[in-house]
């Protein structure tokens, strides 16, 4: 039922059937799973979003990563039992600089081991962060492998049993739904992560993609730790962070993965992940999107019809495919998926000492090494991914800023969504269904981007499939500076992610699983 407003709304776009690649350049082979999605063997999204790349913030990473005044550097914990130091590799800035990135990247590592660690006493309502591998030695080997097509374990604000109540509940009252599911591909965790949090003040979601051998270890620090340093810079802040502030989280989250994999022993060379960022203030309605790789945000209004925020479809009623088609969309923002092809990306890589090649019976252009067989990275910009880094791949993130009203909805996906749905196929039956159904909405747009994985390899596969949708809310109170605050009950138990898995949609008011493997 959840999928016949998606036949209304949308058509299958097959011009962008995803090419198998081995590992040469001259003679193309099957595509190698354990590969993944980005790496050589990946493929491109169906609408990279267009334009050049924007080139904001890279000034500041030839600065070595180091702001002054930054409250992250502030608030980084130090003087905890950790591992051992690594040697950090020379910053261009100063000997300082370096001492500064290390100290702070081995300090953010070990924070981020435990959930208590990520929200130290920040004041969350609740969150919810994606986990991919335990947090006990040996960690490499302990990857969380869920059944095909499974909500993704997670730890949350909430106890485990109470996990699809509170988000039937954060669906129908505050029109926020969530979808992490696994692709399908044999033996093999699922790579995307994110994490949703909401403070008084702000809300916070991340998507993650990760690709190579260790992506899903890649992608699961990545965004622990992106909402750990989001946490310390927001506390007490009265706005939007500065771009220059959040690329230098981008940039300690991929020093932290570095130190981490080296410590670890996981292998980053050709291992990285995308990572889009969403904070949204809740007083002002605005909205900064910061982004490295593919993982798409879109925002969109509902201008009239059937799908206007003003007149939501009822929720004991099925999806009409004729009121679906009725809904008038008008584009807010939209990220632009980095990708080598772009003539800034392009011409920074080839300065690089890299190569842009688009291979026989293969879509995406890729990064290599000058003369080489790898990394055949499908993206300009990743974290991770040390190999294409030394060839003009770069982890600066682009930034986007827009108001989210009441009537307009925020979608950020992994490219297992957007590699067969296109921007207005995807945020049309959201705002066809409205902000009371946008758990079904986000339901209906990971399984229809299963089953055209699933037609377009003739069963074989499908991406790991990942979607937030945030629908836009009233101003809300915030207290004054220095005002007197009634203290917030402490966080709750955090889930424990050895236990029995969890679906979103396993029972519940949220509704079956349509087309379970």
Known sequence: ?????????????????????????????????????????????????????????????????RRRGSQIQRNISQGKEGPPEATPEPCSDAVGATASLQASAESLVR??????????????????????????????????????????????????????????????????????????????????????????????????????EFGHWVSHLAARAMLRLLLLELAGAEGLPQDDVVAQMF??????????????????????????????????????????????????????????????????????????????????????????????????????GGEVVRLQNDLPHRVFCRGKEAPGLAMSRALGDLMAHSVGVMHVPSFRRFVLEADACLLCCSDGVWEFIKNAEAIKPLMALGRARVAEAVNALALEARNRWLREEGGMLTDDITAIAIWGAPPVACPEPGARVRAEPKIGAQCDAGRARRSLFRGGSLGTCEGRD
């Open 111 to 212: 924070d981020v081991r435990s959930i208590e660690g990520i929200t130290g006493a920040a004041e969350c309502e609740f969150f919810y962060v994606g986990v991919s591998v335990s947090e006990k030695p040996p960690r490499k080997a302990l990857a969380i492998i869920e059944p095909v097509f499974d909500e993704k374990i997670c730890e949350s604000s909430v106890a485990v049993g109470d996990i699809p109540q509170a988000r039937a509940k954060l669906a129908a009252e505050q029109g926020i739904a969530i979808a992490c599911r696994k692709g399908k591909k044999p033996e093999q965790p699922n790579q995307d992560n994110y994490f949703f949090c909401q403070t008084k003040r702000f809300r916070l979601c991340c998507v993650a993609d990760g690709h190579g």
């Open 251 to 352: 940039d300690l989250v991929h020093n932290a993965i570095k130190y981490d994999a080296d410590w670890e022993g996981f292998d980053v060379a050709l291992s990285g992940t995308t990572l889009s960022v969403a904070i949204i203030d809740r007083k002002s309605q605005q909205v900064l999107v910061a982004w490295t790789g593919d993982s798409r945000c879109v925002c969109a209004r509902a201008t009239g019809g059937a799908g206007s925020a003003s007149r939501p479809s009822s929720p004991s009623s099925p999806p009409s495919p004729t009121n679906s088609s009725k809904a008038n969309v008008e584009l807010v923002a939209a990220t632009a998926d980095h990708k080598p092809q772009d003539p800034e990306e392009r011409r920074r890589i080839i300065g690089s």
């Open 1 to 65: 039922m959840a999928l016949s407003c998606f036949s209304a709304c949308c058509s299958v776009d097959t011009s962008k059937k995803p090419v198998a690649l081995g590992a040469s350049r001259d003679s193309p082979k099957a595509l190698n799973a354990k590969e993944d999605s980005k790496g050589f063997g990946g493929t491109s999204g169906s609408e990279a979003g267009g334009g050049e790349a924007d080139q904001q913030g890279s000034s500041f990473q030839a600065q070595g990563g």
